[in-house]
């Protein structure tokens, strides 16, 4: 027999579901987590927390559904849209909690961007509008206010992504970085 394992990590629980070859769920495990609003506008997950809780989830749907891990062909994975997290590529550690998609903390680089005239020019590139829901100025924001995670970037010692990139990054003992 072979199945899918689906690791659905959402902003404030993960469910893992265990899928047959007919389709049909086997078993499934669900989990809540702890958010953290660090000041007002922040919010943040200890991804360490979110990673420990998946493994918890798998073994025991595994256990549930009574599948060997061997038996799985496919891993799935949704997460939380733009959470974003910095990792050290040797440790695995996280070099800060993750920023949560809701997290409002770099407002005001976002108007200040604008304010400069780079909204045509970001959306041209990207698709995307200026906003604080996007990675790219939370990734900012750790890097000027990290002690040494600019230095640690430059370097190539870092990575980025959202939580479903770091549980890939995991999941694979880091020998996949998928964005």
Same mark, same amino acid.
């Given at each position: 027999?072979?199945? #899918?394992?689906?690791? @659905?990590?959402?902003?404030?629980?993960?469910?893992?579901?265990?899928?047959?070859?007919?389709?049909?769920?086997?078993?499934?495990?669900?989990?809540?987590?702890?958010?953290?609003?660090?000041?007002?506008?922040?919010?943040?997950?200890?991804?360490?927390?979110?990673?420990?809780?998946?493994?918890?989830?798998?073994?025991? !749907?595994?256990?549930?559904?009574?599948?060997?891990?061997?038996?799985?062909?496919? #891993? =799935?994975?949704?997460?939380?849209?733009?959470?974003?997290?910095?990792?050290?590529?040797?440790?695995?550690?996280?070099?800060?909690?993750?920023?949560?998609?809701?997290?409002?903390?770099?407002?005001?680089?976002?108007?200040?961007?604008?304010?400069?005239?780079? !909204?045509?020019? #970001?959306? @041209?590139?990207?698709?995307?509008?200026?906003?604080?829901?996007?990675? !790219?100025?939370?990734?900012?924001?750790?890097? @000027?206010?990290?002690?040494?995670?600019?230095?640690?970037?430059?370097? =190539?010692?870092?990575?980025?992504?959202?939580? @479903?990139?770091?549980?890939?990054?995991?999941?694979?003992?880091? !020998?996949?970085?998928?964005?």
């Amino acid at each position: 027999m072979s199945y #899918i394992l689906s690791i @659905d990590q959402g902003t404030t629980g993960t469910k893992v579901l265990i899928f047959d070859h007919e389709g049909d769920v086997r078993a499934s495990a669900y989990a809540e987590f702890k958010q953290y609003y660090p000041r007002p506008g922040w919010v943040e997950h200890d991804a360490n927390e979110i990673w420990l809780s998946c493994i918890a989830l798998v073994k025991d !749907a595994l256990s549930k559904a009574r599948v060997l891990a061997s038996e799985l062909r496919a #891993i =799935g994975i949704t997460n939380q849209r733009e959470t974003t997290l910095v990792w050290d590529r040797v440790t695995g550690e996280p070099v800060y909690n993750a920023i949560v998609w809701q997290d409002r903390r770099t407002a005001s680089l976002c108007n200040a961007l604008i304010a400069d005239g780079h !909204a045509e020019r #970001i959306h @041209d590139r990207t698709g995307l509008v200026i906003d604080p829901y996007f990675s !790219a100025t939370k990734v900012k924001w750790i890097l @000027d206010n990290v002690a040494g995670a600019r230095d640690r970037a430059a370097a =190539g010692t870092l990575a980025f992504g959202t939580i @479903d990139s770091w549980l890939v990054w995991k999941l694979t003992r880091g !020998a996949v970085h998928a964005t």
